[in-house]
């Protein structure tokens, strides 16, 4: 098992950025493929972006992309979501997830959920 603890969420302005970070402990890191989702209010948890085992292949969601970068260091058991040019669409729940077996978009494969960090943009 593994557990995750997400951090650095908070208040920014419009336009600003934000560095999410989620810290695993319980087994090997690098054994798990890593993930960000996100749930804004009244609205399903949606995927933002995924990192493979080794790092050396991301996944973005659409919207995200070239604001967002999703990167790992295993010798910290830490994955990051840095996201630039925020925006209030992106006020939400952040959710760090992993999984062992799956490297993908969808919620449904990640069995590990840490509690979320709560991002909120100004306009």
């Known amino acids: 098992q593994v557990q995750l603890e997400e951090s650095g969420g908070g208040l920014v302005q419009f336009g600003g950025s934000l560095r999410l970070s989620c810290v695993a402990s319980?087994?090997?890191?690098?054994?798990?493929?890593m993930a960000w989702f996100r749930q804004a209010p009244g609205k399903e948890r949606e995927f933002v972006a995924a990192i493979s085992w080794s790092g050396s292949s991301t996944i973005y969601t659409d919207s995200v992309k070239g604001r967002a970068t999703i990167s790992r260091d295993n010798t910290k058991n830490t994955v990051y979501l840095q996201m630039n040019s925020l925006k209030p669409e992106d006020t939400a729940v952040y959710y760090c997830a992993a999984d062992r077996t799956v490297f993908g978009t969808s919620k449904r494969g990640y069995d590990y959920w840490g509690q979320g960090t709560r991002v909120t943009v100004s306009s």
């Open positions: 319980g087994r090997a890191f690098s054994d798990y493929a």
